[in-house]
């Protein structure tokens, strides 16, 4: 049995994830802002009872990432999934809102590596670990055919460059940390529009996890296994 700690997990992803992982027969370590008020969380906590921990999260607040740590204390986590995130309003070029550009790169990379940081000793004594950063195309500057979202394709093209540095810095602690890509998922971020459900990317964010090479880590994958340009 693992122990798998999800931020952001109380809705879409973050819930999916928490669901698949417990069905699974995982221990699950599930964060969110206000977890009391997801009806999805306290399902799960009536039908998994002490298999599944729910903790108060704010990525952006030191206190509050430092009240988990403490609650956490020296537990082993053999998975991070770093899914908390934050669109922030995709104004044009002319009208950036510098307060909300800020909230987006906390939320979206600052508060995850933050996370990581913090929690480095419960995954390295682990013996071998993995740090799933939740990314986007959206950062890819390979993949950028249509310009604009400066705010969201900037806080994740700075995650992708983090994970890639994390890759290398705690290699030697068998620590893997890849960047992965959901796909266009319909969630309240991804909107009515988008082509696959939470179950779906999930799953295949899942098998890519749990195949993880050590020579993949600092990689971008996307859900259904294949390279990401950078």
């Known amino acids: 049995m693992k122990t798998v700690f999800i931020t ?14 417990l069905a699974a027969g995982n221990r699950v370590i599930a964060t969110a802002r206000n977890p009391e008020d997801s009806e999805g969380l306290q399902a799960l906590k009536k039908e998994y009872g002490e298999h599944l921990s729910l903790y ?23 998975l991070l999934i770093n899914n908390a995130g934050y669109y922030g309003a995709n104004n044009p070029l002319g009208k950036l809102d510098e307060a909300d550009w800020s909230k987006v790169f906390h939320v979206n990379c600052i508060g995850p590596v933050k996370m990581v940081a913090l929690l480095r000793s419960n995954l390295g004594n682990a013996g071998s670990a993995t740090v799933a950063m939740l990314s986007s195309k959206m950062g890819s500057m390979g993949d950028n055919t249509s310009g604009g979202s400066y ?26 940390v890849v960047a992965l890509h959901p796909g266009w ?18 799953n295949g964010m899942r098998k890519v996890i749990e195949g993880l090479q050590t020579k993949q880590s600092g990689d971008f994958i996307a859900y259904d296994g294949t390279l990401v340009p950078w």
């Open 151 to 176: 705010v969201y394709r900037s806080s994740k093209a700075a995650l992708n460059a983090a994970t890639k540095s994390l890759a290398i810095d705690l290699a030697e602690e068998q620590i893997k």
């Open 8 to 21: 952001g997990a109380n809705r879409g992803l973050g819930l999916e994830f928490s669901r698949q992982y």
């Open 185 to 202: 998922v319909l969630t309240d971020m991804g909107g009515p529009n988008a082509l696959i459900d939470v179950a779906i990317s999930v």
């Open 56 to 78: 108060p999260l704010d990525v952006t607040d030191a206190n509050s990432r430092a009240a988990v740590s403490d609650a956490v204390g020296d537990r082993v986590i053999h």
